[in-house]
Every structure is written in structure tokens, then in C-alpha cells.
């Protein structure tokens, strides 16, 4: 199947600082990729739809101006936890379906990005 | 009231066992059922993909969905050791929205 990767898969830094985190579709193009997080314990939870070309969909309770994406082509989107607290520490994991389905198709996840703020 | 309701277990069986994994869900507008598999901090892996009701079989998997009930499941034949993972049930009503269940941590002990 399709491959999606993250960079970094586990980042640990101070409170205040901000992390950007990486998408990748390494052998298709994504029009459209998901940002998830996952507490511990806890299922999947959807943050964001990034659109390339086009401003991210927030999903209720997402703060926008915290949580920076950026769809800049076709195989990259990029999540940036501005002034990250502790509370945002978590497990943030992207998705990618296939290009140009107009119905539901696979979804291929990323290995997942741990965040650890201190 | 969730739209997605799963027992997060934890669920430990014997190899060999039969496992049945349930999920409920409270959309009408939800029409494609999943499994994902999630292996301790991995992203999850998708097992089986069922449209509308029915069931449907791969290997030692097979996954049910009775609409009627909003009742889906997966079942395990011949459990393995390296079946221990957590299993996520996820549905979508189209468009690639997918709203995931918490997940059944399994173990599987030899």
C-alpha cells in the first residue's frame, strides 16, 4: 500500500517553544490530509483537514492560531504547535487518502509523532 | 451520547482463542466500516474495510456490519501472540471524514 511518513517521531521540548511537524505521501499525491491526536488511552481524535492550496478545516475546539497547518504541495503538510504547554503533550498522527475519490477510500496513516513538553 | 461506542477492554485471551472485537454507533449516515490495528506508539494500520451491511472475510479476520443494529464486529480465529495490539473500529459517512472508536487493547498470551 501507500506509504506516509512524519518527521520527527518524537520531539521533546520546552514550554513556550513551537514544533513543526512533518507529512509526507511518499509514493502518491494528497490533495487533502488529516491531523489526528491521541491521548493516552484514548481513540483518534480529529484536529484538522489540510487542504493544498487552500486554508485548513478546524475541526470544534481546535484552535487555529495554535495548531499552524500548511498544505504546501501535493505530498507535504505540515502541523506547528505554536507556544506548546505541557497539555499538549500527546501522540499526533497525519493521514492521506488517495488523490481525486470522490467516495471514501483508504486512508493511509503516518507512524504517529510523539510530543513531550516540558 | 458518543457516535462511536467501544469497549477499551483490556481483553486477554489464550492462543488459539477465538476473539470478537464489537463496536456501536449512533449515525444512520455512516456507511464505511473499518478495523485498524495500532501497535504501541505506531500509527494504526487498517486490517478489514466493509461497505453497507454484510461480512466479510481475510485470513483468520472476519468483520460483520448490521446496519439495522448499527452493530459492527471483528472476529479473530485462532488467535496469535502477535495479534496483541489495540483494534480500532472507524467509520465514515464518505468524503474520508473517519470517526474512530477508543480502541480494545488485546493480549494474546501464549
Known amino acids: 500500500g501507500a506509504v506516509v511518513s512524519q518527521h520527527p517521531s518524537r520531539v521533546i521540548c520546552k514550554s513556550g517553544t513551537s514544533v513543526k511537524i512533518e507529512c509526507r505521501s511518499l509514493d502518491f499525491q494528497a490533495t487533502t490530509m488529516f491531523w489526528y491526536r491521541q491521548f493516552p488511552k484514548q481513540s483518534l481524535m480529529l484536529m484538522a483537514t489540510?487542504?493544498?492550496?487552500?486554508?485548513?478545516?478546524?475541526e470544534q475546539g481546535v484552535e487555529k492560531d495554535k495548531f499552524l497547518i500548511n498544505h504546501a504541495s501535493l505530498t507535504l503538510s505540515t502541523l506547528t504547535v505554536t507556544s506548546a504547554h505541557p497539555e499538549d503533550s500527546s501522540f499526533y498522527i497525519c493521514?492521506?487518502?488517495?488523490?481525486?475519490?470522490?467516495?471514501?477510500?483508504?486512508?493511509?496513516f503516518g507512524p504517529g509523532t510523539r510530543l513531550t513538553v516540558l | 451520547q458518543k457516535e462511536v461506542e467501544q469497549d477499551p477492554g483490556p481483553l486477554s485471551v489464550p492462543e488459539g482463542a477465538i476473539v470478537s472485537l464489537n463496536c456501536t454507533y449512533s449515525?444512520?449516515?455512516?456507511?464505511?466500516f473499518m478495523w485498524y490495528r495500532q501497535y504501541s506508539r505506531k500509527g494504526p494500520e487498517l486490517l478489514m474495510y466493509t461497505y453497507s451491511s454484510g461480512n466479510k472475510e481475510d485470513g483468520r479476520f472476519t468483520a460483520q456490519v448490521d446496519k439495522s443494529s448499527k452493530y459492527i464486529s471483528l472476529f479473530i480465529r485462532d488467535s496469535q501472540p502477535s495479534d496483541s495490539a489495540t483494534y480500532l473500529c472507524?467509520?465514515?459517512?464518505?468524503?474520508?471524514?473517519?470517526?474512530f472508536g477508543t480502541g480494545t487493547k488485546l493480549q494474546v498470551i501464549p
Open positions: 489540510s487542504n493544498e492550496g487552500s486554508k485548513a478545516t478546524y
Open positions: 493521514s492521506a487518502p488517495q488523490r481525486d475519490q470522490l467516495s471514501y477510500n483508504e486512508q493511509f
Open positions: 449515525n444512520s449516515a455512516f456507511q464505511y
Open positions: 472507524a467509520m465514515a459517512g464518505g468524503y474520508q471524514k473517519v470517526t
